[in-house]
T-cell receptor, first 118, second 110 residues
Framework: DAGITQSPRHKVTETGTPVTLRCHQT?????MYWYRQDPGHGLRLIHY???????DKGEVSDGYSVSRSKTEDFLLTLESATSSQTSVYFC?????????????????FGPGTRLTVT | GDSVTQMEGPVTLSEEAFLTINCTYT??????LFWYVQYPGEGLQLLLK?????DKGSNKGFEATYRKETTSFHLEKGSVQVSDSAVYFC?????????FGSGTKLNVKP
């Protein structure tokens, strides 16, 4: 199994508070992603990173920011949480085009973080 | 833009029945295609993959063939088991971005 951990695994917070979710990998993969999963929507990309300090927006990036200061860590921040951000958040990693690994660029997922904003 | 469409569920089958979950895609480049499976309370796990037209991905009795002419990647299994009950996601990778379908829940009854 790919070495991906997410913390915390569960969090309940109040509307308007800042929240930071952490994704940590031990695979040294170049690409890291944050998704949210909601019923009827599948997985939707929030932000992704293609290297240290290199990030880009996904399809549902409003209200979220990310940072990647080290290869192994990718942080997702909700600056001011809203009830619409109640969801399950998944981190994923994948190899870059010049990495030599066992796969062909598929993604590996973390266990998820269940966030409830009250 | 790129997108993935898969059949809505839930799909309910009896054990040993034949399974098909339809998946079609739209892509601007030459995508790789994947099926992922998600068991309750867990993250997504890669089930199988195909990187070019006519490739067949297979794993644990599941198969899917990359059909460029019909832009499809349907998942099949000849005989499902109760342990196959899960949510299945079709996905494509194009230029290092991934696009997922909305998922199909499979319930297999003994």
């Amino acid at each position: 199994d790919a070495g991906i951990t997410q913390s915390p695994r569960h969090k309940v917070t109040e509307t308007g508070t800042p929240v930071t979710l952490r994704c940590h990998q031990t695979e040294n993969h170049r690409y890291m992603y944050w998704y949210r999963q909601d019923p009827g929507h599948g997985l939707r990309l929030i932000h992704y990173s293609y290297g240290v300090k290199d990030t880009d927006k996904g399809e549902v990036s409003d209200g979220y920011s990310v940072s990647r200061s080290k290869t192994e860590d990718f942080l997702l921040t909700l600056e001011s949480a809203t009830s619409s951000q109640t969801s399950v958040y998944f981190c994923a990693i994948s190899e870059g085009p010049h990495e030599r690994g066992r796969g062909l660029g598929e993604q590996y997922f973390g266990p998820g973080t269940r966030l409830t904003v009250t | 833009g790129d997108s993935v469409t898969q059949m809505e569920g839930p799909v309910t089958l009896s054990e040993e029945a034949f399974l098909t979950i339809n998946c079609t895609y739209t892509a601007t480049g030459y995508p790789s295609l994947f099926w992922y499976v998600q068991y309750p309370g867990e993250g997504l796990q890669l089930l199988l993959k195909a990187t070019k037209a006519d490739d067949k991905g297979s794993n644990k009795g599941f198969e899917a063939t990359y059909r460029k002419e019909t832009t499809s990647f349907h998942l099949e299994k000849g005989s499902v088991q109760v342990s196959d009950s899960a949510v299945y996601f079709c996905a494509l990778k194009d230029f290092n971005k991934f696009y997922f379908g909305s998922g199909t829940k499979l319930n297999v009854k003994p």
